[in-house]
T-cell receptor, first 118, second 111 residues
Framework: EAQVTQNPRYLITVTGKKLTVTCSQN?????MSWYRQDPGLGLRQIYYSMNVEVTDKGDVPEGYKVSRKEKRNFPLILESPSPNQTSLYFC?????????????????FGPGTRLTVT | SQKIEQNSEALNIQEGKTATLTCNYT??????LQWYRQDPGRGPVFLLLIRENEKEKRKERLKVTFDTTLKQSLFHITASQPADSATYLC??????????FGTGTRLLVSP
């Protein structure tokens, strides 16, 4: 089954304790991205990756790191989490990047990770 | 940067009626605009994409229009059903590789 998986689905942690949220897709997609969703603010892009070893900042990258060492995986790293990073996080992937070509640019989203930082 | 405006108030309609949701953007017209459906606690699911040179796109009971003069997209669900109740998000490409989402409009279809 074609899908994007995220782990963990729920996480409660304390300020300053480094954590990683994993994201994996089995569709051989080139483009992957991370979003956070907060009430009243909607989905905001954190980072995106065009392909292996190619990443760039989205709208809210502060406090986050990413890496893309393999095409299927795109982990989100919070080196020193703070309470303002409490949010619902989504990983997404699409076949190709968002520009050019005839792709539908359809984004496939994972199930989400609800993170609470106390 | 682009600002997307979607009605934050929930839209309540009766089953069988047509639901119309609005997405307005503020800056330049994007190359395309997408619509997604999101159910509570789940990730968004892609529904339709409409390009800047397309006026209208249809898929089953769904119809999307794109008016670059008004800087607006309308999303219609005809013959709505209670199962259509969800939050609907519009998204547009900004710059080269960024996707910007609206906050979504919640649709409630009552029997």
């Amino acid at each position: 089954e074609a899908q994007v998986t995220q782990n963990p689905r729920y996480l409660i942690t304390v300020t300053g304790k480094k954590l990683t949220v994993t994201c994996s897709q089995n569709m051989n997609h080139e483009y992957m991205s991370w979003y956070r969703q907060d009430p009243g603010l909607g989905l905001r892009q954190i980072y995106y990756s065009m392909n292996v070893e190619v990443t760039d900042k989205g709208d809210v990258p502060e406090g986050y790191k990413v890496s893309r060492k393999e095409k299927r995986n795109f982990p989100l790293i919070l080196e020193s989490p703070s309470p303002n990073q409490t949010s619902l996080y989504f990983c997404a992937s699409s076949l190709a990047g968002l520009a050019g070509g005839t792709s539908s640019y359809e984004q496939y989203f994972g199930p989400g990770t609800r993170l609470t930082v106390t | 940067s682009q600002k997307i405006e979607q009605n934050s108030e929930a839209l309540n309609i009766q089953e069988g009626k047509t639901a119309t949701l609005t997405c307005n953007y503020t800056n330049y017209s994007p190359a395309y605009l997408q619509w997604y459906r999101q159910d509570p606690g789940r990730g968004p699911v892609f529904l339709l994409l409409i390009r800047e040179n397309e006026k209208e796109k249809r898929k089953e009971r769904l119809k999307v229009t794109f008016d670059t003069t008004l800087k607006q997209s309308l999303f219609h669900i005809t013959a709505s059903q209670p199962a259509d109740s969800a939050t609907y998000l519009c998204a547009l490409k900004e710059g080269f590789q960024k996707l910007v989402f609206g906050t979504g409009t919640r649709l409630l279809v009552s029997p």
